[in-house]
């Protein structure tokens, strides 16, 4: 059985080869769907480092790796998707059940 620190640093493992991926292929198009049922057509924007807003100093300070996908299309609309927002974010915390690129399975969960 997997722990919650192994299952996370396998996440990590897992949107790091994500963005790797995607870095290298910057203007396919992605269909990130996810466990709920939800799928969505989108295209790499960015990467980054994102944090719990905690002072820097504190034990509860907390970074994770994320990466940034602009919305094209709504294939199958969900609760992954915030409304307010045009972007999928993928992290440890967010993580898709399957993301393709034009056919290729990028990540199958």
């Not at 769907?33 to 807003?53: H, I, L, M, Q, W």
């Not at 300070?61 to 990466?67: G, Q």
């Not at 393709?100 to 990540?107: F, I, N, R």
Request: charged share 30%; proline share 6%; net charge negative.
């Amino acid at each position: 059985m997997v722990n919650a620190t192994e299952a996370a640093v396998e996440a990590e493992k897992a949107v790091g080869a994500i963005g790797v991926y995607a870095c290298k292929h910057d203007s396919s198009t992605y269909e990130i769907a996810f466990p709920e049922g939800d799928v969505y057509c989108c295209r790499f924007s960015t990467d980054d480092c994102k944090d719990n807003e905690e002072d820097p100093d504190s034990p509860e300070c907390e970074e994770w790796y994320a990466l940034d996908f602009k919305i094209v299309e709504i294939v199958k609309d969900g609760p992954n998707r915030d409304p307010r927002f045009e972007y999928i974010v993928l992290s440890r915390k967010h993580m898709p059940s399957a993301v393709t690129c034009d056919g290729e399975v990028v990540y199958q969960a």
